[in-house]
């Protein structure tokens, strides 16, 4: 799906569903695309509000698919990966989930 209305979660660029034959959901993608720009939203841990833009996406993921994966890819035209951009949605998604930000970073190392 291109830009779903998350309504409060705000709109991936784009969502991947997964799917079993008879098409049951294994695994939900949202993927967020940044070309020359960043992330937007900035999360305050005093506020209960979730406003970083990843930690809503991972958020909406975890409302709308209860029992299957879930994976938050962020595509940037950056050489590097953007680390404190990345950090600040990690910090905020282990706060203000139940998901563990880190899980695919383990995973991959």
Do not use: H
């Not at 209305?5 to 695309?33: N, S």
């Not at 709308?64 to 680390?83: C, F, M």
Request: proline letters at 6%; glycine letters at 8%.
């Amino acid at each position: 799906m291109f830009w779903p209305d998350w309504k409060k979660w705000g709109f991936p660029d784009l969502v991947l569903e997964l799917q079993k034959q008879g098409g049951e959901v294994v695994a939900a993608i949202a993927i967020e695309v940044k070309y020359e720009a960043v992330e937007s939203g900035e999360d305050d841990p005093e506020e209960p509000e979730l406003k970083d833009q990843l930690g809503r996406y991972a958020a909406g993921l975890e409302e709308r698919y209860q029992g299957e994966g879930k994976l938050v890819v962020y595509l940037t035209a950056d050489s590097y990966p953007p680390i404190a951009e990345l950090e600040r949605s990690w910090r905020a998604i282990a706060e203000k989930t139940k998901l563990d930000p880190l899980v695919a970073a383990r995973r991959g190392s």
